[in-house]
Structures are given as C-alpha cells and as structure tokens.
Nanobody, 126 residues
C-alpha cells in the first residue's frame, strides 16, 4: 500500500508542471487527498487538498490562483497543476490520502492523512 507522486522536474520561473498522485494497492475513492511540500531547511507545508468527490478544494495562500488541484476517480489519480512557478516553489512535493469518509471536506493540516507518498522533486530556476 503506497502512494506515488510523479511529474516533478526542473523548470524556469513562470513555467508549469503537472504533478500526479496515484496509489498502489488501494483506491483513492472516498478519500480526501492533499498535496504537501517541504523545502530544504523548512517545515512541511500544506499546499492544497481536495475532498473525496472533488466538490471541495483548498489552497494555501502562497499558491492560490496559480495551482489547481483536481481528481479523476475513474483513473484513481489526483493532479496538481502548477502554473506561474516561482523559485520559492522549489521543494519535494508529497501527496497524502486520508481514511475513507463520507464527508465532503479536506484539510491541508497533515494530521488527518494516513497514507503518504515518497515525493517528487520540483525545482524552479530563476
């Protein structure tokens, strides 16, 4: 049972990347999914989250208007579209999944998340 984040890479400031989060061994259905990031020497930061059916989303102020989270439950995958990237966005990005729930809510507080991926590196050059 694991989550795999992919899609990271090196991009110039102003560029775009799309991250994907896919599970192995379980379904993302009925689970809120969150994206988090951690830069060297900094604490982990909640970036965005999406509720189990996608009706609720939340973004950190630092990425609002630039990042878009979405999910395709038919593909069992959650995406994070990142546009207008800045050097400050450089970090390892992780996706995480909560336990199954009927609630339509999500949180960028890491506490509710029980499954975590290994992360994908995003580097934005100036």
């Amino acid at each position: 049972v694991q989550l795999q984040a992919s899609g990271g890479g090196l991009v110039q400031a102003g560029g775009s990347l799309r991250l994907a989060c896919a599970p192995s061994g379980f379904t993302l259905d009925y689970r809120a999914i969150g994206w988090f990031r951690q830069a060297p020497g900094k604490e982990r930061e909640g970036v965005s989250c999406i509720s189990r059916s996608g009706t609720s989303t939340y973004y950190a102020d630092s990425v609002k208007g630039r990042f878009t989270i979405s999910r395709d439950n038919t593909k069992n995958t959650v995406y994070l579209q990142m546009n207008s990237l800045k050097p400050d966005d450089t970090a390892v990005y992780y996706c995480a999944a909560e336990q199954m729930t009927l609630q339509q809510r999500c949180s960028i507080d890491g506490a509710p998340y029980v499954y975590w991926g290994q992360g994908t590196q995003v580097t934005v050059s100036s």
